[in-house]
């Protein structure tokens, strides 16, 4: 659910002007939810906006609408947003598959859609996505921050960028479409968090689906 005088506006609106749309949940565009303000945010005097990325295929779900999926009463994708907000994060921008063409893409559209200092950049199928954001509370000395799963893979969705560090490297790439997130952050100056797998678990199955549904969440 939003919050009062919190809404919906494509990528190409300037969150602080009237969009044809205002108020109507229009899936898949890039749209800023809420002022760009920052009481209660996690780092007193630093801006952070929240991407949530929404936009995925679903291939191993049968090309279902994962981030529609309910757990606990609320959509996967509310939960995330609800997290990033309780977390003090303003604005909060869901890409969807409107925006095609990969995860670098719609990070693209995302950034494109704020001005805040940094961003927490987010998948919307974690299913306890307050812990992600517990473990990027504090502000990165770098370029950004990166969740790393027990494996050592990188979790480039659960991170936390500075914007213009994340505006460079994609102006320095070119085309975002089909980029790979890994070529796009390999310049960036990175802390990687160590995270375990119950924190960064998300649904990429129906398998992982049903095992969310019978687990503890945030």
């Given at each position: 659910m939003k919050d009062a005088g919190e809404r919906f506006a494509p990528a190409a609106v300037p969150s602080g002007e009237p969009s044809p749309g205002d108020g109507l949940p229009d899936a898949g565009l890039a749209r800023p939810e809420g002022p760009n303000r920052g009481e209660g945010r996690p780092d007193r005097g630093r801006s952070i906006a929240a991407i949530v990325l929404a936009g995925g295929a679903g291939s191993r779900m049968g090309g279902i609408d994962k981030p529609a999926l309910e757990l606990d009463g609320a959509t996967l994708l509310d939960r995330v947003r609800d997290a990033a907000r309780a977390s003090?994060?303003?604005?909060?921008?869901?890409?969807?598959?409107?925006v095609g063409?990969?995860?670098?893409?719609?990070?693209?559209?995302?950034v494109a859609a704020v001005t805040a200092v940094e961003a927490v950049v987010l998948a919307s199928d974690l299913i306890r996505p307050s812990r992600v954001l517990a473990l990027l509370g504090a502000a990165p000395a770098g370029d950004g921050a990166v969740l790393?799963?027990?494996?050592?893979?990188?979790?480039?969705?659960?991170?936390?960028?500075?914007?213009?560090?994340?505006?460079?490297?994609?102006?320095?790439?070119?085309?975002?479409?089909?980029?790979?997130f890994r070529r796009l952050v390999a310049g960036l100056e990175l802390a990687f968090i160590p995270a375990d797998r119950d924190a960064i678990a998300d649904v990429d199955t129906w398998e992982d689906y049903e095992r969310a549904k019978g687990a503890e969440h945030d």
């Amino acid at each position: 659910m939003k919050d009062a005088g919190e809404r919906f506006a494509p990528a190409a609106v300037p969150s602080g002007e009237p969009s044809p749309g205002d108020g109507l949940p229009d899936a898949g565009l890039a749209r800023p939810e809420g002022p760009n303000r920052g009481e209660g945010r996690p780092d007193r005097g630093r801006s952070i906006a929240a991407i949530v990325l929404a936009g995925g295929a679903g291939s191993r779900m049968g090309g279902i609408d994962k981030p529609a999926l309910e757990l606990d009463g609320a959509t996967l994708l509310d939960r995330v947003r609800d997290a990033a907000r309780a977390s003090g994060c303003r604005p909060i921008v869901v890409v969807g598959r409107e925006v095609g063409g990969g995860p670098v893409a719609a990070l693209a559209a995302g950034v494109a859609a704020v001005t805040a200092v940094e961003a927490v950049v987010l998948a919307s199928d974690l299913i306890r996505p307050s812990r992600v954001l517990a473990l990027l509370g504090a502000a990165p000395a770098g370029d950004g921050a990166v969740l790393v799963d027990p494996d050592g893979r990188e979790q480039w969705l659960a991170a936390r960028y500075r914007v213009e560090a994340l505006r460079e490297a994609l102006a320095a790439l070119g085309e975002p479409a089909g980029a790979s997130f890994r070529r796009l952050v390999a310049g960036l100056e990175l802390a990687f968090i160590p995270a375990d797998r119950d924190a960064i678990a998300d649904v990429d199955t129906w398998e992982d689906y049903e095992r969310a549904k019978g687990a503890e969440h945030d």
